[in-house]
């Protein structure tokens, strides 16, 4: 594997496998702003009002969460309803392993991370062998069959009271210094997360998922190994979800599948998806922060009934803004190297 | 003339109804092969069959002596088979452009092809069928021809050794028509492609084809010169029925 630097180009080479990619300063000046003002929210936060931080904890594993997902319905041409099974397999694992063999966090992200990718395999053929509304019931069903298992193992699960006494992510002494500390990570994990799946979406990897997604027999008979695609981007996807369910569980020392595997957990996620823009990487994180910040100023104002307002709104939302609120940005300030990928479902 | 495809008695059913039955016939390197046949006699699941979308239920299908019968699609396009569809199927959120490269890119194993090399290998194909000024249009608002002709680069582009043509001439006026067929006889030549060619419209057969299988209720019962087929009493009875055979 080399990388090398070629008219203002990144270009690795792996094998026979050649990757290219744009390197142009003069359009860095806005990505830098963004990412810019992301470190400096919590930051001003901590010292203004450090209540909020966790509201920006929520904002950053959301989008770290719709990112992959993202990829997974690209890559995949199905839409994903129960990624936060992926959540309760790598929170479960990191916790059970952190509390029963004392493991710190280091290591049990690398469980996570098996745990993902085990998960992800087993449950890969689920995209080959299921299509459109099966794919989206089987995947809705698995959390909450998870959920179920959670309730008949208590000893193993702890059913609703979930799991105490996992080992703290980060222990600086001070509380809101250990939460501006957990914040700063979680908004790196989701530009980590955004480089990632960003850099594949304008590789030729893409091509092959867009295709997928537009026609699999097409994209079959035009060379792609559609099988091969579509577990690549169900697994590394889930393994990337599983290991939110690690920073979960190491940032509230506690793990319980009541609170990430029910259905409303899942409608959030999927409202970050949808509000930011399907497939639109930085649209997860307007998404997300909007999603997080919204449920924090309905709870605020309008107390208990933010049960019933915030799906009213988010309905709304969704109709009027069929494109997401990233949308609205990106069909004012269009500029694409090469055609952009769309996404049908 | 060396022969590409060999297809050996196969068959498919589905249910009950015996789709392509017991069907036999072969294809050399640089020849246009017509299939022909009235509605529902099995061409395109022929084509189906041989693609690989469908497998066979008795029989082989040799291509270049490699024998493909249980080969998966995307193998089966590598080794340089190649088809488009009677109902033109662009991916209809990708542009012209994109819809090309990923044919250009997964075609056939490349060495050193980023998808940037792919697209502009992929110019080379839409300009060859006049689509270039149409390189950013979205697949789904792309006109009937357009679509046609996308199809084509698309097939071009994974550098194919064999091409199925599926009714190519549907739905086009007479002019569009006449322009697809000139695009295919320019394929044949600058690409050196060979073409198994599924088409009613018989004038076109006739000049375009130097041999013609005929297909009936799935069975093959004719095949020969178009000349031959053109005149052979079964094949008009099973077209036009008993009074003008």
């Not at chain 1, 999603?291 to 107390?303: K, T, Y």
């Not at chain 2, 194909?125 to 698309?154: H, I, M, P, Q």
Request: net charge neutral; aromatic share 12%; proline share 5%.
């Amino acid at each position: 594997m080399e990388f090398e630097v070629k008219r203002e180009k990144l270009v690795l080479r792996a094998g026979k496998q050649k990757f290219e990619w744009h390197i142009e300063p003069r359009y860095w000046r806005n990505p830098l702003i963004y990412v810019g003002l992301l470190f400096l929210l919590p930051i001003v936060t901590y010292f203004l009002y450090p209540q909020m931080l966790p509201t920006i904890i929520d904002a950053n594993l959301l989008a770290a969460i719709a990112i992959p997902l993202g990829w997974m319905t690209l890559g995949t041409g199905r839409m994903n309803f129960g990624p936060q099974f992926f959540i309760g397999a790598g929170g479960y694992a990191a916790a059970l392993c952190s509390i029963h063999l004392g493991w710190p966090p280091a290591v049990t992200l690398l469980v996570a991370i098996v745990t993902g990718i085990i998960f992800g395999l087993l449950m890969s053929p689920l995209a080959i062998l299921s299509g459109g509304l099966y794919y989206t019931l089987l995947t809705l069903l698995f959390p909450l069959v998870f959920l179920e298992v959670t309730f008949i193992y208590t000893d193993i699960f702890k059913g609703d009271t979930g799991l105490f006494g996992v080992a703290p992510m980060i222990n600086v002494g001070s509380f809101t210094l250990n939460q501006l500390m957990i914040c700063l990570l979680s908004l790196l994990m989701m530009l980590l997360y955004m480089f990632i799946v960003d850099k594949i979406t304008r590789s030729k990897f893409s091509a092959s998922l867009a295709a997928i997604n537009d026609d699999e027999e097409v994209a079959a008979a035009m060379g792609v190994n559609v099988n091969k695609m579509k577990i690549i981007s169900f697994a590394i996807p889930a393994t990337m979800i599983a290991v939110i369910g690690w920073f979960y569980a190491h940032y509230y020392s506690t793990f319980s599948g009541i609170t990430y595997l029910p259905l409303t957990f899942m409608l959030k996620v999927l409202m970050v998806s949808m509000i930011g823009g399907r497939v639109q990487i930085y649209g997860n994180v307007v998404g997300g922060y909007f999603i997080a910040f919204l449920e924090l100023l309905l709870g605020m104002v309008v107390g208990d009934y933010a049960q019933v307002v915030f799906p009213i709104i988010l309905l709304v939302l969704l109709l009027s803004l069929p494109e997401g609120l990233f949308g609205l940005y990106r069909k004012r300030r269009y500029r694409e190297y090469l055609p952009t990928l769309h996404v049908r479902r | 003339m060396t022969e590409i495809l060999r297809v050996n008695g196969v068959s498919k059913h589905f249910g009950g109804l015996m789709a392509v039955n017991d069907v036999s016939f072969s294809i050399n390197q640089g020849e246009t092969l017509g299939l022909m046949g009235p509605n529902g006699a099995g061409k395109t699941t022929l084509i189906n069959l041989i693609t690989g979308k469908y497998l066979t239920d008795t029989g082989d299908i040799q291509f270049m002596g490699h024998d493909i019968t249980r080969l998966a699609p995307y193998k089966r396009c590598k080794l340089g088979i190649s088809r488009t569809y009677q109902i033109p199927r662009p991916f209809p959120e990708l542009t012209a452009l994109m819809s090309v490269a990923v044919s250009a890119l997964y075609g056939k194993d490349r060495e050193n092809q980023s998808l940037e090399d792919a697209a502009t290998e992929a110019t080379h194909y839409l300009e060859f069928c006049g689509l270039f000024s149409k390189r950013n249009v979205l697949g789904k608002d792309l006109t009937l021809f357009e679509a046609r002709g996308l199809e084509l680069a698309r097939a071009l582009a994974t550098t194919p050794k064999l091409i199925f043509v599926d009714e190519v001439m549907a739905g086009l006026n007479p002019g569009e028509a006449m322009k697809a067929v000139r695009l295919l006889e320019r394929a044949k030549e600058e690409f050196g492609v060979t073409i198994l060619w599924i088409e009613h419209v018989m004038a076109a057969l006739m000049k375009a084809a130097q041999r013609v299988v005929v297909l009936h209720y799935g069975k093959k019962i004719a095949e020969g010169p178009p000349q031959e087929i053109a005149n052979d009493p079964y094949v008009i009875e099973c077209y036009l029925g008993s009074c003008h055979a």
